[in-house]
């Protein structure tokens, strides 16, 4: 095994995280995967962040950058990251066990496959809103649009290219319409491969419809549609197509409103 063959760079975001990085990162170390190499992008915090991540050996690599948001942490992390495989898990969520050795064999198995996400599971944590989302079971499962959710061969991202960085909010919701625009090879998977945390401190706890970016988001996709000649803008596949267990829930992001901590 020479070279980025088969390595996974999973890229950590982290604003504030102190309190929650060391489970994220101890639930990358359980995946037990190797070989792997995490990327912890630091976007300007005030806590001891810095710290918490010096304690942890297994992170490979930690960057610190003046507060920029998601989409500048990640794409600075995508820069460095040497992978032929990119994952990303946001400082305060986990991974299930498991999560690597499915979505990875699934790519593996069909080379034409470019992404493989997998179902959500919210878990409430104290202080977390209430949500009011259309669940598949009683375990809190659906599929929706979550970068952590899924693994990526790092050449989409030379295709499709990275995250835009003027979006605090919305930035996946953008990534994934510019994916299907170009007709990506997705699929997501019936099992869980996030666990999404609920607490008091979600950065889109306080998002408004307006300040989510939605209506920017999907204005783009539209234009950029447009852009490819007369008639009607080309419609994209829905966001249940990709679902092979048939069981989506939630509306595609472009013709549904974005609910609060999504």
Same mark, same amino acid.
């Given at each position: 095994m020479?070279g980025?063959e ?21 639930s990358?170390d359980?995946?037990g995967?190797? +070989? ?5 992008? /630091?976007d300007g915090?005030t806590?001891n962040?810095?710290?918490v991540?010096?304690?942890? +050996?297994?992170?490979s690599?930690?960057?610190?950058q *003046?507060n920029?948001?998601p989409?500048a942490?990640r ?5 460095h990251a040497?992978g ?5 898990? /946001?400082?305060?969520? #986990?991974? +299930?066990v ?6 990875l064999g699934?790519?593996r198995? /069909? +080379?034409?496959?470019?992404?493989v996400?997998?179902?959500?599971q ?12 259309p669940f #598949?079971t #009683? ?6 649009v979550?970068?952590?959710s ?8 030379d ?8 979006l605090?909010?919305? *930035?996946?919701?953008?990534w ?5 625009? #170009?007709d ?12 999404y ?9 306080e998002m408004?419809? *307006? ?11 539209l *234009? ?5 000649g007369p ?5 994209l596949?829905p966001?249940s ?5 048939g069981r ?6 472009d ?8």
């Open positions: 020479t980025a088969n390595l996974v760079s999973v890229i950590v975001p982290a604003y504030n995280a102190a309190s929650f990085l060391p489970k994220a990162i101890a990358i359980r995946q995967y190797h +070989p792997l190499e995490i990327i912890v992008v /630091d915090s806590d962040t810095a710290e991540v010096r304690s942890l +050996p297994s992170v690599h930690y960057f610190h *003046e920029k948001g989409s942490a794409n600075v992390a995508l820069k040497k032929e495989f990119i994952a990303f898990l /946001d400082s305060d969520d #986990e991974w +299930p498991g999560k690597l050795e499915l979505q699934r790519l198995a /069909d +080379p034409r496959l470019e992404v996400l997998g179902r959500i919210y878990i409430s944590l104290p202080g977390a809103m209430k949500l009011d989302l #598949e #009683e375990d809190r499962t659906l599929t929706h979550h970068l952590g899924g693994v990526y061969r790092k050449s989409v991202f295709r499709i290219g990275l995250f835009e960085e003027s605090r909010y919305s *930035e996946d919701v953008d994934f319409m510019r994916a299907r625009e #170009e990506v090879s997705m699929v997501i998977l019936g099992n869980v491969t996030l666990l945390q609920l607490h008091a401190g979600n950065m889109t706890r408004t419809a *307006e300040r989510s970016n939605l209506g920017i988001v999907m204005r783009r996709s *234009e950029r549609r447009r852009s490819r008639g009607r803008p080309v419609q596949k966001w197509f990709y679902d092979e267990t989506t829930r939630v509306p595609s992001p013709n549904s409103s974005r609910k609060p901590a999504l």
